[in-house]
């Protein structure tokens, strides 16, 4: 069963100002949250419940999971040193 994948405006906004290679790669690790929502290296963000991570080189994709719609929701994409002041 396929997740549907929803990106926030914002993170939107973040993906398309990122490197093109960074970009095309976290693109692929996006879609491949439909397949396999929780990937192996994926961790949740402590102070956030329901919120994970994944890694892509330095910079992270930060996204809820609604197991009971199969809906991922990404919400911000960003440089590892910035990504968490990002979210408040």
Same mark, same amino acid.
Do not use: F, N, W
């Given at each position: 069963?396929?997740?549907?994948?929803?990106?926030? &405006?914002?993170?939107r906004? *973040?993906? &398309?100002? /990122?490197?093109?290679?960074?970009?095309?790669?976290?693109?692929?690790a996006?879609?491949?949250?439909?397949?396999?929502?929780?990937? &192996?290296?994926?961790?949740?963000?402590?102070? /956030?419940?329901?919120?994970?991570?994944?890694?892509?080189?330095?910079?992270?994709?930060?996204y809820?999971?609604?197991?009971?719609? /199969? /809906?991922?929701?990404?919400?911000?994409?960003? &440089?590892?040193?910035?990504?968490?002041? *990002?979210?408040?």
């Amino acid at each position: 069963m396929l997740y549907q994948i929803v990106i926030t &405006h914002p993170a939107r906004k *973040q993906l &398309h100002k /990122l490197p093109a290679m960074i970009c095309e790669r976290t693109t692929l690790a996006i879609d491949g949250l439909a397949v396999e929502p929780r990937p &192996h290296g994926v961790e949740s963000v402590k102070g /956030l419940p329901g919120t994970y991570r994944i890694r892509v080189g330095d910079y992270r994709i930060i996204y809820s999971i609604q197991d009971g719609k /199969l /809906l991922i929701l990404v919400v911000c994409i960003g &440089h590892r040193r910035d990504v968490y002041r *990002q979210l408040g």
